[in-house]
């Protein structure tokens, strides 16, 4: 069955970097294009990022934009978020997800705080 493992959340002070990954299985990697998204408490999920299928960045949220980059690498199944220029605003659960479909990860935490 899909599979999406995210993995690279944590604690960072504002200003600060990370990356994010998500390891897909139990599907063709390679023929899906993939998504961030994220979630901050009380609020709505929202699309932070998406990567066509063969690695081509097709949109980034304008509050991310020049921030955070979307990549990925089919060799490894894995789709990045690199987050650069974090701010509190930034703090929210990030999920991956296999595009169009209602594929999900369990999340990983980001918490922006000094």
């Known amino acids: 069955q899909v599979r999406l493992v995210e993995s690279g959340g944590g604690l960072v002070q504002p200003g600060g970097s990370l990356k994010l990954s998500c390891a897909a299985s139990?599907?063709?990697?390679?023929?899906?294009?993939m998504s961030w998204y994220r979630q901050a408490p009380g609020k709505e999920r929202e699309l932070v990022a998406v990567?066509?299928?063969?690695?081509?960045?097709?949109y980034h949220l304008n509050s991310v934009k020049g921030r955070f980059t979307i990549s990925r690498d089919n060799a490894k199944n894995t789709v990045y978020l690199q987050m650069n220029s974090l701010n509190p605003e930034d703090t929210a659960v990030y999920y991956c997800?296999?595009?169009?479909?209602?594929?999900w990860g369990q999340g990983t935490q980001v918490t922006v705080s000094s």
């Open positions: 997800r296999r595009m169009p479909y209602n594929n």
């Open positions: 139990g599907f063709t990697f390679s023929s899906y294009a």
């Open positions: 990567i066509s299928d063969t690695g081509s960045p097709a």
